[in-house]
């Protein structure tokens, strides 16, 4: 398909450009997001509960999605007890901006398997991938009635990544993945070696991985993609495009 | 994948006209659908389908809501500006109430096209997947919404050269 150029690869001192370009750096705020990933942690987990009783081993939620779930419910749930709390304390104290909505509020409802307790030693059993079965751990839900603000994120399976940095890591990713979208493979490398500076332990490793094979594939540097490829295995759910690489780098 | 693909959701739902006080509850709408399907989502397609649900759940939003805000000239005089003022964050903001008031003279269906290429970067063949549209049919939507956007932004650009010819 010819593509024409596109108006912020252009000259940007048009009025065009300049009203495009201020949608750029549009981003959720971190109450947004935070909310949010609040909700996919929630739903994501009822989802997986759902499918281990109704489905077959093959069509189940896969593991690697489930713990993807569970480490950002656990970095997002102590924003869910705040949020929980503070509406169980009573709405009149939540600033205007803190206003629940509909879906959000709904969340409160949603039974929460992974959700945190406070203690270190309340790690979940990890679902056993060899038995098929995605059934969340039961774990008991502890909410402190008030939170600090300055509280570190309760421990949960091996996830040590401090809540704080989840925005900062999904603006890294999401700038990464711009770049790639635009075609920039040496801009995308950028963005994958500072998220890997910023965050060498950090949530997204595999999607980070993926892309740096991509961007490495587009230079013509298969040596190395081949490389990646190897250590990323089957790619888990984004294997399909790991073999799209591998039949580029055969 | 699906945590690395909400500001991008956000993004396409916040240009597809829907406001910004409703945004947070149509991405999480988006993200409950997304998780029931979770299962059935095929592997590589997670950005398209989040894509694609946001696009009906904006389109459904819409539909519920039809209200079109006006451009503001003074927004757009003080975007204008060769020596803006020092408050940058407060001229992006304006900027982007411009943007949303030009987009909002697009069809959805052509503005759904023009924010996913102009602004997503996504390529055509994905607007194709992820509308599930005729390579065809995206192009031709493209082609139509470039050409109504520069439109709307000669307008925009004329009425600002006539308000200060008067001035």
Redesign the interface.
């Known amino acids: 398909?010819?593509?024409?150029k596109?108006?912020?690869d252009g000259d940007r001192g048009t009025?065009?450009a300049?009203?495009?370009?201020?949608?750029?750096?549009?981003?959720?705020s971190d109450r947004?997001?935070q909310?949010?990933?609040a909700?996919?942690a929630a739903?994501?987990a009822?989802?997986?509960t759902g499918?281990a009783g109704a489905?077959t081993a093959s069509?189940?939620?896969s593991v690697t999605?489930w713990l993807?779930?569970l480490a950002?419910g656990a970095l997002a749930g102590g924003v869910t007890a705040q949020i929980g709390s503070k509406l169980l304390d009573g709405g009149s104290e939540a600033p205007p901006a803190a206003r629940p909505?509909?879906?959000?509020s709904a969340e409160l409802a949603v039974p929460m398997p992974p959700s945190l307790t406070t203690g270190a030693a309340a790690a979940p059993a990890l679902p056993s991938a060899s038995s098929g079965s995605t059934t969340p751990p039961a774990l008991t839900v502890a909410v402190p009635s008030a939170l600090p603000p300055s509280a570190p994120a309760a421990p949960a399976a091996s996830v040590e990544v401090p809540k704080d940095t989840l925005r900062d890591e999904?603006?890294r990713?999401?700038a990464a993945?711009?770049r790639q979208?635009?075609g920039d493979a040496a801009g995308t490398l950028a963005e994958l070696d500072a998220y890997q500076r910023d965050f060498p332990k950090g949530r997204?490793q595999s999607?980070a991985a993926l892309l740096r094979a991509e961007a490495l594939a587009f230079q013509g540097k298969c040596v190395t993609v081949r490389r990646l490829a190897e250590e990323a295995g089957d790619g888990g759910?984004?294997?399909?495009?790991w073999a799209?690489l591998r039949q580029r780098c055969p | 994948?699906?945590?690395?693909y909400?500001?991008?959701v956000?993004?396409f739902v916040?240009?597809l006209g829907v406001q910004e006080h409703d945004?947070?509850?149509v991405?999480?709408?988006v993200?409950?659908i997304v998780?029931?399907k979770?299962?059935l989502i095929?592997?590589?397609?997670?950005r398209a389908f989040m894509m694609s649900t946001a696009y009906r759940v904006a389109s459904d939003h819409r539909r519920a809501r039809k209200r079109r805000p006006e451009v503001d000239l003074d927004d757009a005089r003080e975007?204008?500006d060769p020596n803006p003022g020092p408050d940058a964050l407060t001229e992006?903001h304006q900027?982007?109430r411009?943007?949303d008031s030009?987009l909002d003279d697009l069809p959805l269906e052509q503005r759904a096209v023009f924010v996913l290429?102009?602004?997503?970067?996504?390529?055509?063949?994905e607007i194709a997947e992820t509308l599930e549209l005729a390579?065809g049919t995206?192009?031709s939507r493209?082609?139509r919404a470039?050409e109504l956007?520069?439109a709307r932004?000669s307008r925009?650009?004329r009425s600002l050269s006539t308000e200060r010819g008067e001035e």
């Open positions: 398909m010819n593509e024409p596109r108006y912020l009025l065009s300049r009203l495009l370009a201020s949608a750029e750096r549009d981003a959720p947004s997001l909310r949010a990933l909700l996919a739903v994501g009822a989802t997986a499918s489905t069509s189940a939620v999605v993807k779930w950002v909505s509909s879906v959000a999904l603006t990713i999401d993945q711009r979208a635009a997204f999607e759910v984004l294997g399909r495009r799209a | 994948m699906v945590a690395a909400l500001p991008n956000w993004r916040r240009r945004v947070d509850d991405v999480q709408e993200i409950v998780a029931k979770l299962a095929a592997e590589g397609s997670e975007l204008s992006q900027a982007r411009m943007l030009v290429y102009e602004l997503e970067g996504a390529t055509m063949a390579p995206v192009a493209l082609r470039r956007f520069e932004v925009l650009e």
